[in-house]
């Protein structure tokens, strides 16, 4: 069996009191197949302001989860009015998403911004994924894990073919020398098991879907057995 990897992406979504009740739910609804998922990392990267809540509700629910922020600021600390540095996401996280297709579209962040983000993350020891729209865009050495999505995929309901995704992977792992590089890009319960049955996908960045804990349950569900 190939070392699974599964990443939720909330975006800008959930309040502290909504968070609160994702966990309960996902804890639930998750339990029976914890045993068999132990082994996966599953990594749940959401805004800054739950963090901290999110870090405790898991660790006392023992919950076999990492979390993640969304964005870090390319600075240490300082005068740098509204970002959220390395050292503090630190406290509370394992993982940061580094160059979402949505930070480069909206945010305008550029290739040199996000290696500058890459740097800063390892500097605090957090890990990265590192995502690209294509397998033309630069990663830059030392992307703990990449995440291709086609910016035309995400959110929309139309997802890459799993054939072609697995092609452009393919060649991101050449290029670049990752190792582990997951699909993202509307995938719902309905088709993440054929992305990873394919060979060179390692496993899915979960938007949308992972908004319902009782869906993103079903779906880890789904993509540890769908390649057994
Ligand atoms: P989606 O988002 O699953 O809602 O398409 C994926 C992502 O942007 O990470």
């Keep these: 069996m190939k070392n699974l990897f599964i990443a939720a992406n909330w975006k800008s979504n959930k309040t502290a009191i909504e968070e609160h009740e994702w966990v309960s739910k996902f804890a639930l609804s ?16 959401v805004p800054y302001t739950v963090l901290q809540n999110m870090k405790q509700q898991v660790d006392q629910a023992k919950l076999p989860v990492f979390i993640g922020a969304q964005n870090i600021s390319k600075f240490d600390e300082g005068a740098y009015t509204g970002e959220v540095t390395g050292k503090m996401i630190k406290e509370h996280a394992a ?41 033309n865009t630069p ?29 452009v992977i393919a060649s991101i792992k ?21 992305f990873v049955r394919q060979p060179s996908i390692d496993g899915v960045l979960i938007g949308g879907t992972s ?18």
């Design 211 to 228: 908004l319902d804990p009782d869906k993103f349950a079903r779906l880890v569900r789904e993509v540890t057995t769908g390649v057994q």
């Design 139 to 167: 990663v830059p050495p030392g992307a703990d894990v990449v995440g291709y999505e086609p910016v035309w995929a995400i959110g929309t309901g139309k997802t890459d073919s799993p054939e072609n995704a697995n092609t």
């Design 95 to 135: 993982w940061v998403i580094v160059g979402h297709s949505e930070r480069r579209k909206y945010f305008l962040e550029t290739d040199s911004d996000i290696a500058a983000k890459m740097e800063k993350a390892h500097a605090a020891g957090l890990k990265v994924i590192y995502c690209v729209p294509d397998e």
């Design 30 to 45: 998750v339990g029976d197949i914890i045993s068999d998922v132990i082994k996966v990392p599953i990594v749940i990267c």
């Design 174 to 194: 050449k290029k670049t020398g990752a190792t582990t590089v997951l699909y993202g890009g509307s995938v719902t319960n309905d088709n993440a098991a054929l």
